[in-house]
């Protein structure tokens, strides 16, 4: 009779694979194919890609208010990293994407330039947290995704390449490359036709630097140049014997030691109320550019990375995308109580997965350098608005690759989204652009006799902005009629 003999793993000689750790399972890290030294690698190279934002959200939220009051830069760098922190984090550890937030310069022009002059700073950011309580719950309800599929693909391309427009053309204002006309047309190159100063050079020299490098493919190629540029400043400085008010924010120089505790001056500082002055209807609108300019982007943004990190299913769709569109919806309300502006998923993320990137663990290492960045406010101090401003116009730039999604061959979607791109620029409104392209996508449809193919919703914000273009002959009209 024979006889078996157990064996076990010992007597054999092999190995079972050791259990995965409790980072492992709570991230997916061996799930999704990485390691967690790749998540590490890819998390540092994606804050590399985007610290540039540590330096344009403040140079954009510069500006005064209504009353002439002005947010200050040290505590608008505070603001900033500790909003990317948290959201970033938030990120990591609820969505597990490998997704980082920081502050959506789109929603940083509209605050600046359409909301500030008409109210204080604190009533701005409480705007801010509105907004983002109506995208959480949009994206609570599942109502984003309805939205994002109601509004045709042509527009949504449009009003990212004209939020590039709009940002590049605030790069170059402030700048001083662009300059309002004394006489003449509306604006000039410098301040009478032609480049004053070496601050403009500097910028010059910067943007062509990050230009190059972006076309040759260079990793943290914005950082690279940022840095690059204000090395030349502080030596045209010293070479030329430049004093502090010849830069935007002063001599790029720095002020004590390089590391400082952080300044929360701007944390809390927000207002609900004293929007009466407005008018309902301006109030709601601005709700509404805030929403448009934080909405559409990070969707597409959130896609397309999970898709370039293979996370999306076969019908494309990301596992958990609902938990991400929350934690990117919560970066408006968390952006408005920091004082930072709204928070939004970055195209830079896609630079950390090029580097192996798959999970949320990468997007905590990113959120932890934006912590550490609370306590290295005097190094970003160092950095001319001018270099700074650089960055805005290639970021621009990169935005108006969405423009080869458009058919220009078709009129019917061409003209509407020129009109988008064209006039977020011209009328320095964002909402402007917007409305023009959806009143004119509608029309035109409807002059085609296919008046039911841009849904009930298109036409519901034809009416809207109709009124928002119509909105003074409308109270002049009522006025007269009170009389």
């Keep these: 009779m024979s006889r078996t003999t157990a064996t076990t793993a010992e007597d054999t000689g092999t190995r079972h694979p050791a259990a995965p750790s409790r980072l492992d399972r709570y991230f997916h890290i061996s799930a999704r194919h990485s390691t967690i030294g790749r998540e590490v690698r890819g998390g540092i190279t994606t804050f590399m890609a985007m610290s540039y934002i540590l330096l344009l959200n403040p140079l954009i939220l510069s500006g005064p208010d209504v009353e002439r009051h002005t947010l200050g830069r ?31 310069l789109g929603v940083s022009g509209v605050l600046s330039t359409q909301v500030a002059p008409h109210m204080t700073w604190p009533q701005a950011m409480g705007m801010c947290v509105l907004y983002g309580a109506v995208i959480v719950l949009l994206a609570a309800t599942g109502l984003r995704e309805l939205v994002m599929n109601a509004i045709p693909l042509a527009l949504k391309h449009a009003i990212t390449m004209g939020i590039g427009m709009f940002i590049a053309l605030i790069g170059l204002v402030k700048a001083g490359f662009v300059h309002a006309s004394n006489g003449g047309g509306p604006v000039t190159l410098g301040p009478a036709g032609e480049l004053t100063g070496w601050p403009v050079l500097v910028f010059c020299a910067t943007l062509l630097l990050i230009l190059v490098l972006q076309a040759r493919g260079t990793t943290g190629a914005m950082l690279i140049g940022i840095t690059a540029g204000t090395v030349l400043a502080v030596a045209v400085t010293a070479a030329a014997g430049l004093g502090p008010d010849v830069w935007r924010n002063g001599a790029p120089r720095l002020s004590g030691g390089a590391v400082s505790l952080p300044d929360f001056a701007l944390f809390g500082h927000v207002e609900f109320g004293g929007w009466g002055a407005l008018g309902t209807t301006t109030v709601g609108m601005v709700v509404f550019t805030l929403v448009l300019a934080g909405f559409f982007d990070a969707m597409a943004t959130i896609i397309g990375v999970a898709t370039e990190a293979r996370l999306t ?11 991400a569109l929350i934690v990117d919806g919560a970066g408006g309300a968390i952006g408005g109580f920091a004082g930072a502006s709204g928070q939004t998923v970055f195209i830079e993320s896609a630079t950390g997965v090029g580097e192996g990137a798959r999970t949320g663990l990468s997007s905590v290492v990113t959120g932890l350098l934006f912590s550490a960045c609370l306590f290295l406010t005097p190094l970003t101090r160092i950095v001319p608005g001018e270099v700074a401003a650089a960055a805005l116009v290639v970021i621009g730039a990169m935005m108006m690759s ?32 917007v409305g023009a392209g959806v009143i004119a996508y509608t029309a035109i449809k409807a002059g085609q006799g296919k008046w039911r193919e841009p849904g009930a919703f298109m036409w519901l914000l034809t009416a809207v902005f109709g009124v928002y273009f119509a909105l003074h002959p409308i109270e002049q009209w009522l006025g007269a009629k009170g009389a």
């Design 74 to 104: 040290t505590a608008l760098i505070t603001a900033t990293a500790f909003a990317a922190a948290v959201c970033t984090l938030l990120m990591g550890l609820i969505g597990k994407a490998p997704l980082a937030l920081a502050a959506g």
């Design 313 to 323: 299913d076969a019908r494309g769709r990301l596992p958990g995308l609902n938990r």
């Design 402 to 433: 969405s423009a080869r999604h458009v058919d220009w061959g078709d009129r019917a979607v061409a003209v509407p989204a020129f009109l988008t791109v064209a006039l977020m620029p011209f009328t320095y409104s964002i909402t402007a652009g």
